[in-house]
């Protein structure tokens, strides 16, 4: 489909210029492949594995996915693919990835402390030098139906002062919160309306889709077949313009 400069592509090590070129084609991908998570830099697997969520919710959620497609066609237009710059007009959108984050965050388990003092905390008494592990999957998992994947949570009002946003815990807490924390939401931002601008992620034929995860320190899907394809010919357009200005360093 890319021609010539497809063959430069094809040997990048960038997973996102793969995933932009094995979509195009219209095959019916094996996720983890495309994003070798094993071999990925370590501190960007949380961010590919957000990603991999997101592909498989969008996968799950036809008519959430219409949604959100529907908010960036509107506030953004068809011809262009939206930028970071444009997340804060696209409020369903954004609630989209706040939901995959807590959906099933990236990190289940934070890395572990050591207690310096003695403490209580809710009548428990916990000795000084007790290891305590932060439990970000719990904190997932405090909503009404929480394994429904549903955005409206974080924009209803009624609802959302009681949700607690992935921003401020899916990152870890504390001195050690995570410091990639922006670099990878600004990522999750372009990656996540870059997607839902251009392609349509949709079940594979005849095949029901059972999400499962990796019982991984970062969490991610086990491998699922989807189906990727460009939007129109005008979005594959786009696409293609868009994978070659991308530079990988
Ligand atoms: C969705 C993406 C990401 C998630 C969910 C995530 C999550 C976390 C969590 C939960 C921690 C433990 C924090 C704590 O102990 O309270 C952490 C630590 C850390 N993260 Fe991230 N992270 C992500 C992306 C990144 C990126 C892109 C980088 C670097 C470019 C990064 C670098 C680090 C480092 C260096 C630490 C260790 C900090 C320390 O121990 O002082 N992370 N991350």
């Known amino acids: 489909m890319y021609g010539g400069e497809s063959q430069v592509l094809r040997s990048s090590r960038n997973p996102i210029q793969k995933f932009f070129i094995l979509a195009g084609t219209e095959t019916v991908i094996h996720f983890p492949l495309i994003f070798s998570l094993p071999q990925t830099n370590k501190n960007f697997r949380q961010t590919f594995a957000t990603s991999a969520t997101f592909i498989l919710a969008m996968a799950l959620n036809p008519e959430v996915q219409k949604k959100a497609q529907a908010e960036i066609d509107r506030v953004i ?6 930028t970071i710059a444009d997340a804060s007009k696209l409020p369903y959108t954004m609630a989209v990835l706040k939901e995959t984050m807590r959906w099933h965050p990236p990190v289940p388990l934070s890395i572990p402390r050591r207690t310096t003092q003695d403490d209580t905390f809710n009548k ?21 139906n929480p394994e429904q994947f549903n955005p409206d949570r974080y924009l209803d009002k009624n609802m959302s002062s009681s949700i607690p946003d992935p921003s401020e815990w899916a990152f870890g807490m504390g001195r050690r919160i995570c410091p990639g924390r922006y670099l990878a939401e600004n990522s999750l931002k372009a990656i996540v309306t ?6 349509d992620i949709l079940p594979p034929e005849n095949e029901i889709i059972l999400p499962e995860f990796t019982s991984t320190h970062v969490s991610y899907p086990k491998p699922f077949r989807c189906q990727i394809r ?14 070659l200005e991308v530079k990988v360093t």
């Open 77 to 82: 237009g068809t011809d262009k693919v939206p």
């Open 194 to 199: 870059g997607i839902l601008a251009t392609f």
């Open 124 to 144: 428990y008494f916990i000795p000084k030098d007790t290891v305590v592990i932060p439990n970000l999957w719990a904190v997932s998992r405090s909503v009404a």
């Open 230 to 243: 460009p939007r129109s010919q005008e979005k594959e357009q786009l696409i293609k313009a868009r994978v």
